[in-house]
């Protein structure tokens, strides 16, 4: 079986916040058929139709998924409206990535900051029982096709975990695959990644140990953290990954879009 890889900047993927299992699955299945959708643009292979551009004044985009492809996400009987529910909560995802646009001459391009919503809109349209995800031009540079600096997760594997800590320590992981796993941050940056800022160190402790024993369970993965200390204080976190598996950009990179 191929691989289900998401493709992201590693400006988006590392700013994804930790999110309730549910709301993962259903973020990351988005984010998979968008990579799907806009590869396969790229690529040059027969559009499927089922992303747009649209100029409304501004570029953007817009991906239809069928409702079911959303239901088969949940282990209980749901509602129609329990899922649009849930698919709603991420569009208060806001985050900041550089994008790629045409300066005030509208002639040469420069690079831009954009800080704002992951998802402009998330609509369902009753009558052909789809749901139409709507994205920026920013948001579409960052998904994809991204030629430097990305990360490649796989859906599969992601929705296989069950806390968010375990979701922020895998996409971690995957950004440093390059670097064998490798990961060296100071400890103001592991802080302000995992949003323990004004999390006691020792509830710091269980929260990533909770996050390490969800990857070992779930993935099969060793992982290994040490925290570096200057005197009394530590100031660096070393974090090492031994059984994930190697992901490749190059084709092919999907089973299906479904």
Do not use: W
């Given at each position: 079986?191929?691989?289900?890889?998401?493709?992201?900047?590693?400006?988006?993927?590392?700013?994804?916040?930790?999110?309730?299992?549910q709301?993962?699955?259903?973020?990351?299945?988005?984010?998979?058929?968008?990579?799907?959708?806009?590869?396969?643009?790229?690529?040059?292979?027969?559009?499927?139709?089922?992303?747009?551009?649209?100029?409304?004044?501004?570029?953007?985009?817009?991906?239809?998924?069928?409702?079911?492809?959303?239901?088969?996400?949940?282990?209980?009987?749901?509602?129609?409206?329990?899922?649009?529910d849930?698919?709603?909560?991420?569009?208060?995802?806001?985050?900041?990535?550089?994008?790629?646009?045409?300066?005030?001459?509208?002639?040469?391009?420069?690079?831009?900051?954009?800080?704002?919503?992951?998802?402009?809109?998330?609509?369902?349209?009753?009558?052909?029982?789809?749901?139409?995800?709507?994205?920026?031009?920013?948001?579409?540079?960052?998904i994809g096709n991204v030629e430097m600096c990305f990360t490649l997760l796989e859906l599969d594997e992601i929705n296989k975990l069950k806390t968010g800590i375990g979701r922020k320590l895998y996409t971690l992981l995957r950004v440093h695959e390059g670097h064998n796993y490798n990961v060296l941050m100071t400890k103001n940056d592991f802080d302000k990644y995992f949003d323990f800022v004004s999390v006691e160190t020792t509830n710091?402790?269980?929260?990533?140990?909770?996050?390490?024993?969800?990857l070992e369970k779930q993935l099969g993965v060793t992982i290994k953290m040490t925290k570096i200390k200057k005197g009394n204080k530590v100031t660096q976190v070393n974090i090492l990954c031994n059984g994930l598996k190697k992901l490749y950009n190059a084709e092919p990179l999907f089973s299906s879009k479904s």
């Open positions: 079986m191929k691989n289900k890889v998401i493709k992201l900047s590693n400006e988006l993927a590392l700013r994804i916040p930790q999110l309730s299992t709301e993962s699955r259903l973020l990351y299945k988005i984010l998979y058929n968008l990579t799907y959708e806009i590869k396969l643009g790229v690529d040059g292979f027969k559009s499927t139709g089922n992303l747009n551009m649209i100029y409304n004044p501004e570029q953007s985009y817009f991906l239809n998924m069928e409702l079911r492809v959303f239901k088969e996400y949940f282990t209980s009987n749901v509602t129609k409206n329990q899922i649009i849930y698919l709603h909560k991420l569009q208060s995802i806001t985050l900041q990535v550089n994008y790629l646009g045409l300066d005030e001459t509208q002639e040469n391009f420069k690079n831009y900051i954009y800080v704002g919503n992951l998802f402009n809109g998330i609509y369902y349209c009753e009558e052909d029982d789809l749901v139409q995800i709507c994205i920026s031009e920013a948001i579409y540079q960052n710091q402790n269980k929260l990533i140990q909770r996050g390490i024993n969800d």
